[in-house]
């Protein structure tokens, strides 16, 4: 819970806080933009909400936030920000908030599907969350693009019975998950479900590719700073010209949406893009990357 004692210095006045505790993963920059903002060390309440909508998106930021970070004066409408989640992001498509302090605030989704639910990465276990995965027909596959994202998967398996994928590389992060993805190439995980080894920011990174969905986990997103497609080398924790050439590799593939652990969604029409798939090609071949 945070604490005013501890409140960011750069806070405007009023009902939010952010307090010291942040670790500046942009969960909330993410889902209410119009509220918090960046010191460069922590976020921090640069506008309080000034209408309905920015205070429910603000609440939502507040029951994401892995640390518990974010502070509100009138707490009587966080029950009902909880119930929010998981957030539509498209027709079947979720993301499930409550973003785990183990996966550095990363963000993880939930697939609808007739031949079982999907989850993609993992959040913090919570009980409203299973819940609501239950409702919604339970989970049957989760899968995790890479060892810094498994965070609570294997509770919500062992709850659900569902089945955990993940690169053989990435192993010791979950060592007793069901299905390993092997080797170097797209293989269907599930019908209608390509996994896709995108080896870079680790070795065994991979991403889920889903209709027009590309669940990307920490090998590209979408940057707001440069209003483009992103990598980075910083957070490249194993190969950097690895990870150029998986960028490049996924220029095979049609998508609609990028759907990130870290960073900013994007959706474009697929031509689009392409398009921004060739300008992050391009960025990230030239010298300055
Ligand atoms: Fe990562």
Same mark, same amino acid.
């Given at each position: ?35 918090? #903002?960046?010191?460069?060390? $922590?976020?921090?309440? @640069?506008?309080?909400?000034? !209408? /309905? *909508?920015?205070?429910? +998106? ?79 027909? #339970?989970?049957?596959?989760? $899968?995790?693009?890479? @060892?810094?994202?498994?965070? !609570? /998967? *294997?509770?919500?398996? +062992? ?131």
């Amino acid at each position: 819970m945070a604490e005013r004692r501890k409140a960011v210095r750069e806070n405007v006045e009023g009902p939010f806080f952010v307090d010291t505790t942040c670790i500046d993963c942009d969960t909330c920059r993410q889902l209410a933009p119009a509220t918090f #903002g960046e010191t460069g060390e $922590f976020s921090f309440v @640069r506008s309080q909400p000034r !209408d /309905a *909508a920015q205070q429910r +998106a603000a609440l939502q930021a507040l029951v994401a936030c892995p640390t518990g970070s974010i502070g509100a004066s009138d707490k009587s409408a966080i029950p009902a920000a909880v119930r929010d989640f998981p957030l539509p992001v498209a027709p079947r498509v979720y993301y499930c908030g409550f973003n785990s302090p183990k996966s550095f605030g990363g963000n993880s989704y939930f697939v609808e599907h007739p031949a079982g639910n999907w989850l993609i990465d993992s959040p913090r276990f919570v009980e409203h969350l299973a819940r609501r995965f239950a409702e919604m027909g #339970g989970l049957r596959y989760i $899968f995790l693009t890479h @060892r810094d994202d498994v965070a !609570d /998967a *294997a509770k919500y398996a +062992a709850r659900f019975g569902a089945a955990r994928i993940i690169h053989r590389h990435e192993l010791a992060s979950q060592p007793d998950a069901e299905h390993v993805v092997e080797g170097s190439e797209a293989v269907h995980v599930a019908p209608g479900f390509l996994a896709i080894p995108t080896p870079g920011h680790t070795r065994g990174h991979c991403v889920l590719l889903h209709r027009e969905f590309l669940f990307s986990g920490d090998h590209i997103w979408w940057s707001r700073a440069r209003g483009r497609l992103s990598a980075s080398r910083d957070v490249c924790w194993y190969n950097w010209p690895l990870q150029v050439q998986s960028v490049e590799l996924l220029r095979n593939y049609d998508f609609e949406w990028v759907l990130p652990g870290h960073g900013e969604r994007a959706h474009f029409h697929a031509v689009e893009m392409r398009s921004q798939m060739q300008r992050l090609a391009a960025a990230l071949a030239a010298p300055s990357q």
